[in-house]
């Protein structure tokens, strides 16, 4: 059963009762993330994730991790783009601990200096081993080159500079500016009484003040362009993007749909014919990363150096075959049976299923149900794939990012003659 609250200072709680669980998944979730920073601050959202479990004025970093290991909790935090989350997953009668933990981190973090110049480090080898990792690293250079000047196109960890600069009194003015109870939302999982976190978070929560500065997002504008960054890699590594929907958008079905049917299974067009047939990769791909105002769809794909060219022109190939004729019923009908699979699949998790209440929030202020999804999702038609395919797949709008030992002279296909 789902249930929402808005409490007074304006955090939102929802919850799902699921009542044969024994454990209940709670998120503390803020309407922030790394598209919310200036220049200056790249990284300082992570930077307080990271931060806000070593130690408040009650608790030190060790007392934290031994309160959630007394009662068998996990615990975790992430950042995204546009999110940061701070959640843990418990036995239902522990929940009144974890909310006091979780409250306490959030409001009483000590931000003590030995504790930052350690985690300070620790970030700084987190950005070694992604520029180390190079079919991780060739995302974080397409979205610096496809965003351009765009907040979207700084890397969720931020900059060695950036992150060697952050001290207390910066952290506080942001968290000021960004974590506040308007863009907070409370969302529980599994045997939760929906009254009684309320009381819970009203005690710890409920006294954080309102702060009337509303933030507005800018909506980027992509730069497309053939990019290329030499470096000594045993592989090449490649992708292709385009702009696409945003996750407030009636396309993004369609686009989902699609994504599954270009790259994003093993039965997909990419994986069957630049890695099955003509044995170009080990790994190739599509993805989708959508935003409250905007999105990228791309495909990615590691290839030996002399095998780039053949890659790009199969690639190229499979887009203008989806642009040239519908997509068949009984692909179709695959795709969309794998997107209903994976969410059910992922509803019979606490942790989903609090992830999804308080994302839907979020973006939609509401829960948006399973059975509007699958509507939706029985709407998308080959025919309108193709017309949509070939309004996002346009010569204009195409990027290339490539990484490897080779200069942009070695790039013989152009993938924007589609």
Sequence with gaps: ???????????????????????????????????????????????????????????????????????????????????????????????????????????????????????????????????????????????????????????????????????????????KK????????????????????????????????????????????PQPNVYCTTKELEQTHLCIATQTCSLKNQERYLCGVFNIILGGSMSSRLFQEVREKRGLAYSVYSFVSMHTDTGMLGIYAGVQKDKLNAALEAIRGTIIELKSKPVNDEELKLAKDHIKGNMYLNAESSDSRMSRLAKNEILYNRLVPFEEIEENLEAVTGKGIQQWVNSVFKAESLALEVLGPINKTDIKVDIRKI
């Excluded at 979207?152 to 009194?169: C, H, M, N, W």
């Excluded at 529980?188 to 509303?214: Q, R, T, W, Y």
């Design 178 to 221: 960004h974590y506040h109870p308007g863009r907070i939302v409370i969302a529980a999982a599994g045997n939760v009484e929906h009254e009684n976190l309320i009381k819970l978070v009203e005690d710890s929560f409920g006294n954080l003040a309102k702060n009337p500065n509303s933030y507005k997002r800018i909506k980027p504008q």
């Design 1 to 175: 059963m789902y249930q929402k609250t808005t409490l007074e200072n304006g955090i939102r709680i929802v919850t799902e009762k699921i009542p044969h669980l024994h454990s209940v998944s709670v998120g503390v979730w803020v309407d922030a993330g790394s598209r919310d920073e200036e220049p200056s601050e790249s990284g300082i959202t992570h930077f307080i994730e990271h931060m806000l479990f070593k130690g408040t004025e009650k608790r030190s970093a060790l007392q934290i991790a031994k309160e959630f290991d007394a009662i068998g909790g996990l615990s975790n935090a992430f950042t995204s783009k546009e999110h940061t989350c701070f959640h843990a997953k418990v036995i239902d009668y522990h929940l009144p601990l974890v909310i006091d933990i979780l409250s306490d981190i959030f409001l009483n973090s000590k931000f003590d200096k030995e504790e930052m110049d350690r985690e300070r480090a620790v970030i700084l080898q987190e950005i070694c081993m992604v520029e180390d990792t190079p079919d991780d690293y060739i995302h974080i250079l397409l979205s610096e080159h496809f965003w351009g000047n765009h907040s979207l196109a700084r890397p969720i960890y931020g900059y060695r500079e950036t992150v060697q600069s952050f001290d207390k009194d910066k952290i506080l003015r942001y968290m």
